[in-house]
């Protein structure tokens, strides 16, 4: 979930309930003022009739021709002490003016003559009008709530958006940015302390990540080869020593033994240096490389090979996978992962390569899964050292699918080993 997206759903229940809370308020005080203004006008309208009943003056008829109705009944002293004086209250009654029932306002009150006889007046106002207003008031209550939630919500959203424009683009660069490729300097904002210090502090970090990748290169490089020549010697003059003659068998076996350790020192030496080279980007030239041609080739020359381990392989999948990249990293790739798939797969099974369009994978058959954490990291040798294995292959594939824009990934599924190979 993006920041700004968090931020404003943070913002949401707040905000519902303040507009909420104002939209209740604001209904109840509306409908709170025109019950005040029906109830003045009852007020007013008992008054003039108490008024004329105690003078004597005639009484208006019971229907005024503004829907007032009101009846005047006598009644005990005990009922006139044991009700309020006055009452408001709504209800639905039957106006016989209109015929129908209506909503009507009504006030009771309590009053007394110059004799001391009790007398209830109970005066009815239809407020069919009110009860429109109320709905009308409630309906665009309602409206104006969403309409504030919802204008309120874009505006945070948008505000929001606004002032994280420079966090987007400082992650923006975080996703364009590769360790040992050229980048542009980060994205600085300087309106914004945090950001600022931020962009200072990434800045600081890649350079220094940048000067570390460069010097560790540079030494692996020069470390890889200084040490061949020597190598390369000691390796000639035990070769001389052995075809001498001149030394007892016990010699010449602990001689045949050191020369096989130095080969895979210089086997490993070269390796380093390989991966230095790709790494330091000194296989420039792209071609379209045809992985399919490539596999056939592989699968044909390990057969051979690995024949004792009577493996078998099968090539499936629709168009052969043409990759833009060098045609000598692409070899190397495509025979180091057949290679492994002959020399460490169960012996008697069948090696599974499927072509795609993007890619292709290759599978063998296995009793459990790699343990998956640094298996493409240099050294890597999950089952404990092997003879003859410098650990390098797959972080060598590693390196020339991150130099070729390709992802390299594993997968254990129903007993078989997956590398994928695929266009990034």
């Given at each position: 979930?993006?920041?700004?997206?968090?931020?404003?759903?943070?913002?949401?229940?707040?905000?519902?309930?303040?507009?909420?809370?104002?939209?209740?308020?604001?209904?109840?005080?509306?409908?709170?003022?025109?019950?005040?203004?029906?109830?003045?006008?009852?007020?007013?309208?008992?008054?003039?009739?108490?008024?004329?009943?105690?003078?004597?003056?005639?009484?208006?008829?019971?229907?005024?021709?503004?829907?007032?109705?009101?009846?005047?009944?006598?009644?005990?002293?005990?009922?006139?002490?044991?009700?309020?004086?006055?009452?408001?209250?709504?209800?639905?009654?039957?106006?016989?003016?209109?015929?129908?029932?209506?909503?009507?306002?009504?006030?009771?009150?309590?009053?007394?003559?110059?004799?001391?006889?009790?007398?209830?007046?109970?005066?009815?106002?239809?407020?069919?009008?009110?009860?429109?207003?109320?709905?009308?008031?409630?309906?665009?209550?309602?409206?104006?709530?969403?309409?504030?939630?919802?204008?309120?919500?874009?505006?945070?959203l948008l505000i929001v958006i606004g002032n994280l424009k420079p966090l987007k683009e400082i992650m923006k660069w975080l996703d364009n940015y590769k360790l040992?490729?050229?980048?542009?300097?980060?994205?600085?904002?300087?309106?914004?302390?945090?950001?600022?210090?931020?962009?200072?502090?990434?800045?600081?970090?890649?350079?220094?990540?940048?000067?570390?990748?460069?010097?560790?290169?540079?030494?692996?490089?020069?470390?890889?080869?200084?040490?061949?020549?020597?190598?390369?010697?000691?390796?000639?003059?035990?070769?001389?020593?052995?075809?001498?003659?001149?030394?007892?068998?016990?010699?010449?076996?602990?001689?045949?033994?050191?020369?096989?350790?130095?080969?895979?020192?210089?086997?490993?030496?070269?390796?380093?240096?390989?991966?230095?080279?790709?790494?330091?980007?000194?296989?420039?030239?792209?071609?379209?490389?045809?992985?399919?041609?490539?596999?056939?080739?592989?699968?044909?020359?390990?057969?051979?090979?690995?024949?004792?381990?009577?493996?078998?392989?099968?090539?499936?999948?629709?168009?052969?996978?043409?990759?833009?990249?060098?045609?000598?990293?692409?070899?190397?790739?495509?025979?180091?992962?057949?290679?492994?798939?002959?020399?460490?797969?169960?012996?008697?099974?069948?090696?599974?390569?499927?072509?795609?369009?993007?890619?292709?994978?290759?599978?063998?058959?296995?009793?459990a899964a790699l343990p998956s954490a640094g298996m493409f990291d240099p050294f890597y040798q999950p089952e404990g050292r092997r003879e003859g294995s410098t650990?390098?292959?797959?972080?060598?594939?590693?390196?020339?699918?991150?130099?070729?824009?390709?992802?390299?990934?594993?997968?254990?599924?129903?007993?078989?080993?997956?590398?994928?190979?695929?266009?990034?």
């Open positions: 979930m993006k920041l700004s997206t968090r931020i404003v759903l943070g913002l949401i229940p707040s905000a519902f309930l303040i507009l909420m809370l104002w939209a209740v308020f604001a209904y109840r005080t509306m409908v709170k003022k025109v019950n005040f203004e029906t109830d003045f006008i009852l007020r007013k309208y008992s008054e003039n009739i108490i008024m004329r009943k105690l003078t004597g003056e005639q009484l208006p008829d019971s229907f005024n021709g503004v829907y007032n109705t009101y009846f005047i009944r006598k009644v005990s002293s005990v009922y006139a002490d044991a009700v309020p004086m006055i009452t408001y209250s709504d209800s639905k009654s039957y106006v016989s003016d209109f015929d129908e029932f209506s909503f009507v306002r009504t006030r009771k009150q309590i009053f007394h003559d110059s004799e001391g006889h009790a007398y209830e007046l109970t005066v009815s106002l239809p407020v069919t009008e009110r009860n429109l207003l109320s709905d009308h008031l409630k309906t665009w209550t309602a409206v104006l709530f969403l309409l504030l939630l919802v204008s309120l919500s874009v505006s945070c040992g490729m050229s980048a542009p300097e980060v994205p600085s904002d300087d309106r914004v302390m945090e950001f600022k210090k931020l962009s200072e502090v990434l800045q600081s970090a890649s350079e220094r990540l940048e000067k570390q990748y460069q010097d560790r290169k540079i030494f692996i490089g020069n470390a890889s080869h200084e040490l061949q020549t020597p190598l390369a010697v000691c390796i000639n003059r035990l070769e001389l020593m052995i075809d001498d003659g001149s030394m007892t068998e016990v010699q010449t076996g602990e001689l045949v033994k050191i020369r096989r350790t130095l080969n895979h020192l210089s086997r490993l030496n070269r390796t380093l240096l390989l991966m230095s080279k790709i790494e330091n980007g000194q296989f420039p030239d792209i071609v379209n490389v045809n992985l399919g041609g490539l596999l056939s080739e592989a699968v044909v020359l390990f057969d051979e090979i690995y024949s004792s381990r009577k493996m078998t392989s099968r090539i499936v999948g629709g168009r052969m996978p043409v990759i833009d990249m060098n045609e000598q990293l692409a070899d190397m790739m495509v025979n180091n992962l057949v290679k492994n798939a002959y020399a460490y797969g169960t012996p008697g099974t069948e090696i599974l390569i499927t072509m795609t369009e993007n890619g292709f994978t290759i599978s063998d058959e296995g009793s650990g390098l292959g797959l972080a060598l594939i590693a390196a020339v699918c991150a130099s070729s824009s390709l992802v390299i990934s594993y997968t254990f599924e129903e007993g078989r080993h997956f590398f994928n190979i695929c266009k990034h």
